[in-house]
């Protein structure tokens, strides 16, 4: 009468998945959309590019003129999807490390206890009111003039996560302060220790405040992962510019990164929004 058991599962759990796959979907069609635009802007612009130089007699139609060579991205893709694999390691593990120091550093930033609260604040405030770049400058070149001689994976993890620790810490301390304070009064009126209030009553309901900018922040560090290229880091940039060194067509390999780095963004932006709306069901 009521149909089979796998007929009932399967009608209880449709409202759930359809608005998922809806979303899923409407996202999937923007990066497509996004990526199609892109690419046809760009070769609108190249025409146009190429009929200004023209028509104002710098070249001509006949060869002389510049000539869009993208089959050297389609030859190298591979050469660039590697860098687009170590881009995505660093970033990984950067994210990682970066939320778990800047929990510690945002739980210090609220303490009560003067020198732990002082450090943490020069620790934020010198990080996130020096360029990125001279950060990881001094971390790669500065060592080695006391005989201390880092890397490059471990001088690009080490400065990327420092300095995104600051802003992830500030973002993690205004969750908490969110957090009204009778919640905490009563979980100690119930004798938890803080530490249990902590992880059992603060960090949770914080977490859910902060996530959305804590998913701009971890799209950032994709981005300004970039960064490390500086260092010679084999990222994506990095492998772009090795590329441009050997065939020199800086636009169609730079503006096919911009692609790449456009479809990576929005193709994460679409993933933890995903686990948002699963792990905080009722955020929005």
Same mark, same amino acid.
């Given at each position: 009468?009521?149909?089979?058991?796998?007929?009932?599962?399967?009608?209880?759990?449709?409202?759930?998945?359809?608005?998922?796959?809806?979303?899923?979907?409407?996202?999937?069609?923007?990066?497509?959309?996004?990526?199609?635009?892109?690419?046809?802007?760009? /070769? +609108? *612009?190249? &025409?146009?590019?190429?009929?200004?130089?023209?028509? %104002?007699? !710098?070249?001509?139609? $006949?060869? #002389?003129?510049?000539?869009?060579?993208?089959?050297?991205?389609?030859?190298?893709?591979?050469?660039?999807?590697?860098?687009?694999?170590?881009?995505?390691?660093?970033?990984?593990?950067?994210?990682?490390?970066?939320?778990?120091?800047?929990?510690?550093?945002?739980?210090?930033?609220?303490?009560?206890?003067?020198?732990?609260?002082?450090?943490?604040?020069?620790?934020?405030?010198?990080?996130?009111?020096?360029?990125?770049?001279?950060?990881?400058?001094?971390?790669?070149?500065?060592?080695?003039?006391?005989?201390?001689?880092?890397?490059?994976?471990?001088? /690009? +993890? *080490?400065? &990327?996560?420092?300095?995104?620790?600051?802003?992830? %810490?500030? !973002?993690?301390?205004? $969750?908490? #302060?969110?957090?009204?304070?009778?919640?905490?009064?009563?979980?100690?009126?119930?004798?938890?220790?803080?530490?249990?209030?902590?992880?059992?009553?603060?960090?949770?309901?914080?977490?859910?405040?902060?996530?959305?900018?804590?998913?701009?922040?971890?799209?950032?560090?994709?981005?300004?992962?970039?960064?490390?290229?500086?260092?010679?880091?084999?990222?994506?940039?990095?492998?772009?510019?090795?590329?441009?060194?050997?065939?020199?067509?800086?636009?169609?390999?730079?503006?096919?990164?911009?692609?790449?780095?456009?479809?990576?963004?929005?193709?994460? /932006? +679409?993933?933890?929004?995903?686990?948002?709306?699963?792990?905080?069901?009722?955020?929005?």
């Amino acid at each position: 009468m009521g149909g089979s058991a796998p007929h009932r599962g399967a009608m209880m759990l449709a409202p759930r998945v359809a608005p998922v796959f809806g979303q899923s979907w409407q996202l999937l069609t923007s990066i497509v959309w996004v990526g199609l635009i892109f690419l046809g802007g760009t /070769a +609108l *612009l190249l &025409l146009g590019v190429r009929q200004i130089v023209i028509l %104002a007699g !710098i070249a001509t139609s $006949g060869g #002389r003129g510049w000539t869009p060579h993208f089959e050297v991205v389609l030859q190298n893709l591979p050469f660039l999807l590697e860098g687009l694999l170590s881009t995505l390691q660093l970033s990984a593990s950067v994210g990682v490390l970066a939320f778990g120091l800047g929990i510690l550093v945002a739980l210090a930033r609220l303490s009560r206890l003067g020198p732990l609260y002082q450090l943490a604040t020069w620790y934020v405030e010198v990080l996130r009111n020096t360029p990125a770049i001279v950060q990881l400058f001094l971390i790669y070149f500065g060592p080695p003039t006391v005989g201390v001689r880092l890397s490059v994976p471990v001088a /690009a +993890l *080490l400065g &990327l996560t420092i300095n995104n620790s600051a802003y992830m %810490a500030e !973002i993690i301390r205004a $969750g908490i #302060r969110s957090i009204n304070r009778g919640q905490t009064e009563a979980a100690s009126a119930v004798g938890m220790s803080y530490p249990q209030i902590t992880r059992y009553v603060i960090l949770p309901q914080a977490l859910r405040v902060v996530y959305p900018p804590l998913v701009s922040q971890w799209i950032s560090i994709v981005l300004f992962s970039s960064l490390a290229s500086v260092i010679a880091y084999p990222e994506l940039a990095e492998h772009a510019k090795r590329l441009d060194s050997r065939t020199f067509r800086s636009f169609e390999i730079y503006g096919a990164v911009t692609v790449i780095y456009t479809i990576c963004t929005l193709s994460l /932006a +679409l993933v933890l929004r995903l686990i948002e709306r699963r792990v905080f069901p009722v955020a929005r």
